[in-house]
């Protein structure tokens, strides 16, 4: 095999430690790097060679149809949530493969459209989705028939936004409106970190038979906290999300045999199960200097080489980013969300 080259749209801390992950990532058998970044596009150029020049990358693009037109063979995409789609299309129809910073796309229909376009063409896409991606999501999995039965679960992400200090100027009528709490870029707290609960819910648990919803917004329409609780047969399942405001409680999975919490619901660390009696077992912890993104460039490398030895997982992970779409779109519907 042989490695991938890949370009990237956007210059946010979020792509530069994507392409640090990706860089760790080797070729199956070899200690040859697996991903190699080609590109970089921003609007502006003079950020875009920059952000080239802190990271060792050869090329700047300033359009994403210019990235879409060069011979790089695949793209990360990490821009605003409303221009996903869109870039996921452009890139896909000129033959690269993509993986698409999640929220992959508002509604769970350009989600479909998007893997229906892929296949038509041989290639892969995939929504960036770190958590379902971890070896510790199969601990976590391989825990749940240790906790009897299951009644009820709470997945919970409240941590506030580095943005918030800007909505408060913003809200002064001092400046401009963030782009996080932009309601015309598809953004929101259920869609920014509520879909780091929705996921592993889904993932356990499968689609619930009901759901209900609430939101605190603000008076642009956005939600800047919520809750929502599915409902199954036997269970409930409770997430919590806001980005006004930090979070300390704690994740939990509730059994009659025993008890699994989680610290972080993102990167599922602090694993921990507690039996009846009260003993404590840790499951997981984190490696020092661990980058959790690497599982998902290893998964989108390995799906783009040997597609054939990755089509289940692939084809399960494109079943999920459908469905965690209809249950954002569900919970927004609920709230009102003007989008």
Same mark, same amino acid.
């Given at each position: 095999?042989?490695?991938?080259?890949?370009?990237?749209?956007? *210059?946010?801390?979020?792509?530069?430690?994507?392409?640090?992950?990706?860089?760790?990532?080797?070729?199956?058998?070899?200690?040859?790097?697996?991903?190699?970044?080609?590109?970089?596009?921003?609007? @502006?150029?003079?950020?875009?060679?920059?952000?080239?020049?802190?990271?060792?990358?050869?090329?700047?693009?300033?359009?994403?149809?210019?990235?879409?037109?060069?011979?790089?063979?695949?793209?990360?995409?990490?821009?605003?949530?409303?221009?996903?789609?869109?870039?996921?299309?452009?890139?896909?129809?000129?033959?690269?493969?993509?993986?698409?910073?999640?929220?992959?796309?508002?509604?769970?229909?350009?989600?479909?459209?998007?893997?229906? #376009?892929?296949?038509?063409?041989?290639?892969?896409?995939?929504?960036?989705?770190?958590? *379902?991606?971890?070896?510790?999501?199969? #601990?976590?999995?391989?825990?749940?028939?240790?906790?009897?039965?299951?009644?009820?679960?709470?997945?919970?992400?409240?941590?506030?936004?580095?943005?918030?200090?800007?909505?408060?100027?913003?809200?002064?009528?001092?400046?401009?409106?963030?782009?996080?709490?932009?309601?015309?870029?598809? *953004?929101?707290?259920?869609? @920014?970190?509520?879909?780091?609960?929705?996921?592993?819910?889904?993932?356990?648990?499968?689609?619930?038979?009901?759901?209900?919803?609430?939101?605190?917004?603000?008076?642009?329409?956005?939600?800047?906290?919520?809750?929502?609780?599915?409902?199954?047969? @036997?269970?409930?399942?409770?997430?919590?999300?806001?980005?006004?405001?930090?979070?300390?409680?704690?994740?939990?999975?509730?059994?009659?045999?025993?008890?699994?919490?989680?610290?972080?619901?993102?990167?599922?660390?602090?694993?921990? %199960?507690?039996?009846?009696?009260?003993?404590?077992?840790?499951?997981?912890?984190?490696?020092?200097?661990?980058?959790?993104?690497?599982?998902?460039?290893?998964?989108?490398?390995?799906?783009?080489?040997?597609?054939?030895?990755? %089509?289940?997982?692939?084809?399960?992970?494109?079943?999920?980013?459908?469905?965690?779409?209809?249950?954002?779109?569900?919970?927004?519907?609920?709230?009102?969300?003007?989008?």
């Amino acid at each position: 095999m042989k490695p991938v080259r890949y370009g990237v749209i956007g *210059t946010g801390w979020i792509v530069e430690r994507f392409i640090q992950s990706a860089a760790t990532v080797n070729i199956p058998g070899s200690a040859e790097p697996a991903l190699l970044c080609g590109g970089v596009c921003s609007r @502006d150029r003079s950020r875009g060679e920059a952000f080239a020049g802190r990271n060792g990358i050869p090329q700047v693009f300033t359009s994403p149809e210019e990235l879409a037109g060069s011979d790089l063979e695949a793209v990360y995409i990490a821009s605003p949530n409303a221009l996903h789609y869109p870039q996921s299309r452009l890139c896909l129809s000129r033959g690269k493969h993509v993986l698409c910073e999640k929220p992959a796309a508002a509604s769970p229909d350009q989600v479909r459209e998007l893997l229906s #376009l892929a296949r038509e063409r041989g290639l892969t896409y995939m929504e960036a989705m770190m958590t *379902t991606r971890l070896p510790q999501m199969e #601990l976590l999995r391989q825990a749940l028939p240790s906790l009897g039965r299951i009644s009820f679960a709470r997945f919970s992400f409240c941590q506030l936004s580095s943005k918030y200090p800007l909505l408060e100027q913003y809200d002064r009528g001092e400046g401009p409106l963030p782009n996080i709490f932009n309601p015309a870029l598809e *953004t929101g707290a259920v869609m @920014d970190i509520g879909i780091y609960c929705v996921y592993p819910a889904l993932a356990l648990f499968g689609l619930p038979e009901g759901l209900s919803a609430h939101a605190v917004r603000h008076e642009n329409g956005i939600d800047l906290c919520g809750t929502a609780v599915l409902s199954y047969p @036997d269970k409930l399942v409770e997430l919590s999300y806001s980005k006004i405001a930090e979070g300390r409680a704690l994740s939990e999975l509730q059994g009659d045999q025993g008890t699994l919490l989680l610290r972080q619901i993102s990167q599922l660390v602090g694993l921990e %199960r507690i039996d009846r009696q009260g003993n404590r077992e840790e499951l997981f912890r984190a490696p020092e200097g661990e980058l959790p993104m690497r599982h998902e460039a290893a998964r989108f490398y390995g799906c783009i080489r040997s597609p054939e030895n990755h %089509r289940p997982l692939y084809e399960e992970d494109g079943r999920l980013a459908v469905d965690v779409s209809g249950i954002l779109q569900q919970i927004r519907s609920l709230c009102g969300m003007p989008f």
